[in-house]
Structure formats: C-alpha cells, structure tokens
C-alpha cells in the first residue's frame, strides 16, 4: 500500500476556553516514521489521540487508512483494529496474565481459535524478547517488560499503523533503551509510526521526519537533522536547548 | 490472661486500663451469660411450668417450638420438604463461596436448585400434596425472598450503574438516576406496603400477583438500587487508561465491560456488595408487615403461646445464632473472594 495513512486537515480541538489544537494539516504517507516532540502542553498527546478518536477533534477533517473518523462507531472500531497505541502508562489489564493481555484481540477475529490466537500472541511476545514471562501479571513486571508487553498486545491487533504516546518517560533511565530497540525494530519492518517523544537519539536514528509543536501548532517540521543542527525559531533553540541539558 | 494482655502489648497506660476493663467487662457478661445458658439453665425436655420456677434458661422451649419457628405453618407431615430446601439453600451457598466455581455453569445451577425449591415448596402431584403459599413460612421464605433478591437484584444492579454512567444516552441515564433515587428515598417498609397493600387498588380485579412474588419483586429492585450504587464506586474507581486501552484495540462496549471493566470494577466493590447482601438477608424480616411469616416472625409467634411465657431470650437467641452463622459465613466468603 502507497500513499497517505494519515491526513489531518484545518484540525482544531479546544478543551472549554483552552485550544489545545489550532488548525493542524497533516500527512503521514504510509510506512513512514514520524517523531513529534515539544514541550509540555504543546498538544502532542491530543494530536495523537485525535487519531485514533479517544478524543472527538471539534473541527476539521482526520482520515486514517482511508476512512474519515466520524461518530460512525462502527467505522471507527474498525479503523482502531488498523492502529496500535501505546500508552506513557501503559495501560495493561491488571486483572489479566500477559498472554492474555496479548490474546484479547486476536481472540475476536473470526474463525481464530484459542490455540492460534495464544500461538500468534505468543509470537509477538518474542518479538519483544518477553516470551518467559507470558504466564506472569503486569504487576510482576518492571516498567520496561511492561511497556513491551503494551508494544506486543497492540502489535498483536496486526494494526497497519502504530502510534506511541511518550512510551519511555515513565520508565526508570536503565528500562529506556530495551524499549526503544523494540521500537528500533518495528521501524525495521517498515511499520507506519507516529511517536512522541524526547528521546532525540531515537529519533535521529529513525524517524523520517520530526515534527516539532508548541501552543498546539505545528512550528517546524523537517529531517531530523535539519531540526537538531538548524532550527529556524527561537522556540526550537530554546526547546533543543532543555532536552539536551535535562538529557 | 495476664500473658495474652502482655503479648497485646499496650503502649500506653490508657490503652492498658481499658484493654483490662473491657477483659473484666466482657468476662463479668461472659460469666453471667454461662450461669443462666448453663448452670442453672434447664434441659430441653423440662416443662414450661418447672423451668418459670427460677431464673434459669428453658431450652425446652425450643425443643418444643423449633418445627415452628423453622417451617412456620407449614403441614406437620410435610415439613421434611422445607428442611431440604434449607439444605439445598446452604449447599448452593457453599458451592457459590469460591472463586473458581464462578462459571457460566454455576448460574444454571442457580435456576435449577431455584426451581427445585418452588416445585418442592408448592408441590401438587402425586408424592407431594399441594402446599398453598400462605401456609409457607420461617426461614425457607427468608433464604428464598433474600437468595433471589440477591441474585436477581445483582445485574439488575449492574445495568443500572452502567446505565448511570452512559454519557451517550442521557435518556437512559436519566431513568437509572430517578429509579436509584426514588427507591433508596424510600424506606423498605414502605415500598413493601405499596406493593402488597396498595398495587392491588390499581390492578383490575381478578388480576392478583401472588403476595410472595410482590414481596420478591419488591425486594430485587430495592436491593439492586444500593447494589447499582456500589457497582458504580467501583466503577469510577478505575483509571482513565483501563478505559482508553480497551477503546483503542478496537473492543466493542459491551467486550470492554464484560472482559475488562467489571473484573476489576467488581472485585474492588466486594465488601460493599457482602454489606448489602448481609443487611438484605436481615431486611427479609420486614416482610411481616405484609403478613408473611418469615423466619423471625415465625419465632415472635412461636412466643404468644399461653403455655410457654417469658423464654423470649432463648428464642432470640437461637434465631440470632442462625442470622449470625449465616452473616459470617458471608463475610468470610467475602474475604476469601478479596484474596482471589
Ligand atoms: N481532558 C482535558 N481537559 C482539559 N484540558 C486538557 C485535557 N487534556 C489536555 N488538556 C490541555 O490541553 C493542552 C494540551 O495537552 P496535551 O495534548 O496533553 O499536551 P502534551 O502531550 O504536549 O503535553 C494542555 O494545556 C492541557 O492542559
Ligand atoms: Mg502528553
């Protein structure tokens, strides 16, 4: 498939008398990696979750593997079955083993059975270098193991689109790195990717383009190179300025 | 003594002081409890004109009275039939106490035995003659009005609290806020009267409910109220995220509540839903008010006969025995369901 996973056009979302998104166009072309980053409460987890409609954008127009995201729920269920996300928190099912975790949507697609879905989770458990620990809760797991269990339970949907949500600023410095090589590796396989995130070395080495958001608009965009070694605003200086001072 | 107060090991004077007066207080009852139960206390074939001599307990009374106060009015001959269902009652309770019997198959266990009680209750075929409902009575209408309320009231109550929270359908949203407000707005007894005493003024004539089946009806919806209320704490307990998670792999409502919300939600709220099962179980006495005879009216008539004055105590105590080992045979299992 060529051509563009994601469009957003004039895409505006306020909170009460708070914009949180004004006027955002947008265009991920399928198997392309995009990293978004800036500062805190610039709009980045709204733009990401506008895409998948855990929040309703107020105007404008977002279209995601071709289907425009309306209140047509069942649209939406199955474009949310195209698109994985992963949250800063996690979010995995406290009162489920792993492999559970990882089954709840392989499960529900018709003609799998419990074997095959448990086999194809399982699958996917490998990826993430956490088979052993399939049997176990999340709340056995370090914060690294659980975010990969989070990477594994979404890509386990065989979701065409992936979107990660700061998916390393809850974890502890030493967990960083073992998720960032899962996501190294997804990035590999040619997988379309949106991620926030202030991991710079992350981005460099994979995005294809950076995007850059303050006041929730987008102010730069570009190779990430471009971003890092020549920003054109003072925002930009002062934002890459921070990240390599807290980094 | 003096070595379990030492191992109690008080902190301070105060907390001392009292740790012994409340040891003296409670052996001061505890001994004058035994002197009247025991030493003094009479056989359980003593007549009532020997035991009014002196102070002492006459058991006999409930050697005398217990087919009453346990079957109510229920034919002498028969009676072997409400001391089955006692037993399926508790047998039932006991298959339903673990976690690891919660399966679909446990439900249909629940509408068989249910079904069992009504056809031997009632009867009306060969072996087992017809026993009408009004001559039903004592504790087989209390474990039958408080077991179906319970059962029946729980998802009920679980609609209900879903219901409350649904941002998409203020209308049913709005039914489930006025149908919590108004019964939990209402005493018990009330609704209980309305239903027996006024439903009828309403209803054309010859169209008459059985008072037992009012009196349940009754009964579910007022406990589904406080039940629904429960649910709904554990409900809003969950975090955001538990939510968002589902929604994001694609789960439809329905999945989402049945394979990650209730779960959770559930479990969170067992102490508060063993509380109102407990209370509901000991609300059921108010049924008399509409003249069914349940198991603590069944003692307090078993007391007016002339021959047998003044062992009220023995009664009350007996039957307070039964409502405890019952209440604690819940609350424990509430603790064993926690720990699961
Ligand atoms: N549910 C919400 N209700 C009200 N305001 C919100 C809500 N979510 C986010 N906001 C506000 O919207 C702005 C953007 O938030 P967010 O997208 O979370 O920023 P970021 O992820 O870049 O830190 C912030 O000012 C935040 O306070
Ligand atoms: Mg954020």
Redesign the interface.
């Given at each position: 498939m060529t051509g563009a996973a994601i469009v957003m056009e004039h895409v505006r979302k306020s909170y009460g008398a708070h914009v949180a998104l004004r006027d955002i166009s947008l265009q991920v072309a399928s198997g392309e990696r995009v990293v978004v980053c800036g500062p805190s409460g610039s709009g980045k987890s709204t733009l990401i979750r506008c895409l998948?409609r855990?929040e309703r954008h107020d105007s404008g127009q977002i279209t995601v593997d071709g289907v425009e995201l309306t209140d047509d729920i069942a649209a939406l269920?199955?474009v949310?079955?195209h698109?994985?996300?992963v949250?800063q928190?996690f979010?995995?099912?406290?009162?489920l083993t792993v492999l559970q975790n990882c089954t709840?949507?392989p499960m529900?697609v018709p003609g799998i059975g419990a074997a095959e879905a448990e086999a194809l989770a399982m699958s996917f458990l490998e990826r993430v270098r956490i088979p052993e620990q399939a049997h176990k809760y999340p709340a056995q797991l370090s914060g690294g193991q659980q975010q990969r269990v989070a990477i594994a339970?979404?890509l386990a949907?065989q979701p065409r689109i992936m979107l990660f949500d700061e998916p390393t600023s809850a974890l502890d410095p030493e967990m960083i790195q073992e998720v960032l090589d899962c996501m190294i590796e997804l990035a590999q396989t040619g997988m379309t990717m949106v991620v926030v995130t202030h991991e710079m070395g992350f981005a460099r080495r994979v995005a294809d383009r950076m995007i850059f958001m303050d006041d929730g608009q987008i102010l730069e965009q570009g190779i990430p190179a471009s971003l890092f070694d020549d920003p054109q605003t003072q925002r930009l200086r002062d934002f890459l300025g921070r990240i390599v001072h807290a980094g | 003594m003096i070595a379990a107060l030492r191992r109690l090991g008080p902190r301070n004077w105060w907390s001392g002081l009292a740790t012994i007066v409340l040891v003296l207080a409670l052996w001061q009852a505890g001994a004058a409890l035994f002197d009247w139960a025991v030493i003094r206390g009479h056989g359980w074939d003593t007549g009532p004109k020997q035991c009014q001599l002196d102070g002492g307990a006459c058991w006999a009374v409930l050697t005398e009275k217990y087919r009453f106060i346990l079957f109510g009015r229920y034919p002498y001959e028969q009676q072997w039939r409400p001391a089955v269902v006692i037993g399926i009652f508790v047998a039932l309770f006991g298959a339903s106490a673990s976690r690891y019997s919660w399966r679909p198959a446990l439900a249909g266990l629940w509408v068989a035995a249910l079904a069992l009680v009504l056809v031997l209750m009632r009867g009306g075929f060969a072996p087992l003659p017809l026993v009408p409902q009004d001559q039903w009575g004592g504790l087989p209408i209390t474990l039958l009005l408080s077991s179906v309320g319970c059962v029946l009231a729980f998802p009920l109550a679980v609609l209900v609290a879903l219901g409350r929270r649904a941002r998409t359908l203020p209308a049913i949203r709005l039914l489930c806020v006025i149908y919590i407000e108004v019964i939990r707005g209402v005493p018990l007894v009330a609704l209980l009267f309305m239903a027996s005493v006024m439903l009828p003024l309403f209803l054309p004539a010859g169209m008459n409910f059985d008072k037992l089946v009012r009196v349940q009806v009754v009964i579910i919806l007022f406990a589904a109220a406080y039940l629904a209320e429960a649910v709904r704490g554990g409900l809003q307990a969950l975090p955001q995220g538990q939510f968002e998670a589902a929604e994001a792999l694609g789960l439809s409502y329905w999945q989402t509540q049945r394979r990650i919300i209730l779960p959770q939600a559930l479990r969170l709220v067992i102490p508060s839903l063993v509380n109102i099962f407990t209370g509901l179980f000991k609300d059921t006495s108010l049924v008399l008010i509409v003249g069914i005879l349940d198991f603590l009216t069944a003692g307090k008539v078993a007391l007016a006969d002339p021959a047998w004055q003044g062992f009220g105590n023995e009664v009350y105590l007996a039957l307070g025995a039964v409502y405890l080992g019952f209440s604690l045979f819940l609350s424990a299992s509430s603790r064993r369901l926690e720990a699961t």
């Open positions: 998948n855990l269920r199955t949310r079955r698109v994985g996300m949250f928190n979010n995995l099912f406290p009162h709840l949507t529900r339970r979404a949907m | -």
